[in-house]
């Protein structure tokens, strides 16, 4: 069937198929992306007026857990440190967090809120830090100081960074209880695995957190693949490739054919950190056909919210998981549990499978029946619309030019019952009947 052949570590990951990433952090406050530091060169003291007026009042873990859980999500991965190094965490080894700044430890409240509504959790932790002061400035190829001459001498001492990022990432696989995910992102140049002790991390993380999923981004970014794709991966390869902004066209394999675990992460609108005057959207319906292209090619959705500063979710946002939710609710047993079929993509739309069930994804009406192809007819034990009820197979003379192909009848009405994606379930008799 083409599925990936994991063991029970990896098991969850892969029936849960759709996920929330919240990049949360103070470059809310500027409102130009998380990236608004390094875009616009901006100094750590330039910086230092967003981060004192980052005092978010209406931040509710319990109701973003609770939208994600409508939404069909079944886990999060949140931003407890990004590039900028404000930590969303409580750190002992910093004053550069959210609970000195603002009295909270936002980390703290989504991993209790996502528990406590049946969500897996993940962290996010960026390994690039524009405030630490060991992190290298001039030269780098995305640090905000990166042109500016009066770092070019700079004496600083990369150890003592590397020791501060493992240690950090050890507080947050110590204090925060079971993490499902760490989301550590990302390589570049020759900032990867090496550089950053890779090794050496991955065993510490999974000996504090024994059943952890990582990405792959101790050695690559959303741009390249990693050792996961050679027979034999290294250390630091992690458990899944994190295609970014795109879902990839055949989905991965490695060396040997094996399909491999992957994740795509998508925005909703253009940035991942929350950005005002972006309301280019992605509209639910394209969403919820790429959640299911991923789920067809054995892959999962990880899809973004950006709150603003005062960590409410721009309404768009808010409205397009609500529509996902409520298509979720009718046809989630098409995408939780479910992969790649085996049988090729029709033109109408896509197949996900889940052992002897089959659904099939309608995007586009058909005149005289929706061609169902990939089985026999005496192989079907019930073909019904997830939703509505059993439908019948077309008997008609309109299809009987092509007797190896079964064909439901949806009736008279010839729109679709649901205009985004009709699924069609076929349940196959056993074999052992
Ligand atoms: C990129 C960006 C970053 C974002 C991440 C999500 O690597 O640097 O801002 O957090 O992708 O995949």
Redesign the pocket.
């Known amino acids: 069937m083409g599925e990936v052949m994991e063991n029970n570590r990896m098991q969850w990951y892969q029936d849960a198929r759709f996920g929330m ?1 919240i ?1 949360w952090g103070v470059y809310a406050v500027p409102a130009r992306g ?2 608004v530091m390094s875009d616009e060169q901006i100094s750590v003291s330039g910086y230092q007026k967003y981060v004192r007026s980052f005092h978010p009042e209406k931040f509710d873990a319990d109701a973003l857990a609770q939208l994600a859980k409508e939404a069909g999500m079944k886990y999060g991965v949140m ?1 407890a440190k ?2 900028d190094g404000y930590c969303m965490f409580d750190s002992q080894l910093t004053d550069y967090t959210s609970v000195k700044y603002t009295g909270h430890d936002f980390i703290r409240e989504y991993t209790d809120a996502f528990r406590k509504a049946g969500l897996k959790t993940g962290l ?1 932790y960026s390994l690039l830090d524009w405030h630490h002061p060991d992190y290298p400035h001039y030269g780098d190829r995305h640090h905000p100081m990166r042109d500016h001459e009066e770092y070019k001498n700079r004496p600083y001492d990369f150890e003592r960074y590397l020791e501060y990022m493992h240690r950090q990432i050890r507080e947050l696989c110590t204090n925060y209880g079971k993490i499902d995910i760490l989301w550590t ?2 390589s570049y140049d020759d900032m990867r695995s090496d550089t950053w002790h890779g090794e050496e991390l991955v065993r510490m993380i999974r000996s504090l957190q024994p059943d952890i999923i990582l990405n792959n981004r101790l050695e690559v ?2 741009e390249g693949f990693g050792s996961l794709l050679s027979v034999h991966p290294n250390i630091t390869s992690g458990d899944f490739v ?1 295609p ?1 902004q795109i879902v990839p066209p055949e989905g991965i394999r490695n060396e040997a054919g094996e399909p491999v675990m992957w994740e795509s ?1 998508v925005t909703m609108n253009n940035h ?2 929350y950005c005002k005057d972006d309301h280019y959207f992605k509209p639910a319906d394209m969403i919820i056909h790429k959640l299911t292209e991923c789920v067809s090619k054995g892959g999962n959705l990880l899809l973004n919210v950006g709150p603003d500063e005062q960590g409410l979710l721009p309404d768009e946002e808010t409205e397009i998981l609500k529509q996902i939710g409520r298509w979720m609710k009718v046809n989630h047993e098409s995408i939780h549990g479910c992969g790649p079929s085996g049988i090729g993509k029709p033109e109408y739309g896509r197949i996900t499978r889940k052992g002897d069930h089959i659904y099939y994804h309608v995007y586009e009406g058909q005149f005289g029946g929706i061609p169902l192809p990939g089985i026999r007819r005496d192989d079907i034990a019930s073909v019904r619309l997830l939703g509505k009820g059993n439908v019948r197979i077309s008997d008609s003379w309109i299809t009987s030019n092509y007797p190896e192909l079964v064909f439901a009848d949806l009736g008279d009405d010839p729109v679709l019952p649901d205009q985004t994606d009709t699924v069609i379930e076929v349940i196959l008799k056993t074999c052992d009947h």
Request: hydrophobic share 25%; with cysteine; charged share 20%.
């Open positions: 990433f990049h998380e990236w931003t990004h590039h996010y992102d990302f970014s959303g994190s970014e992460c991942w950190g």
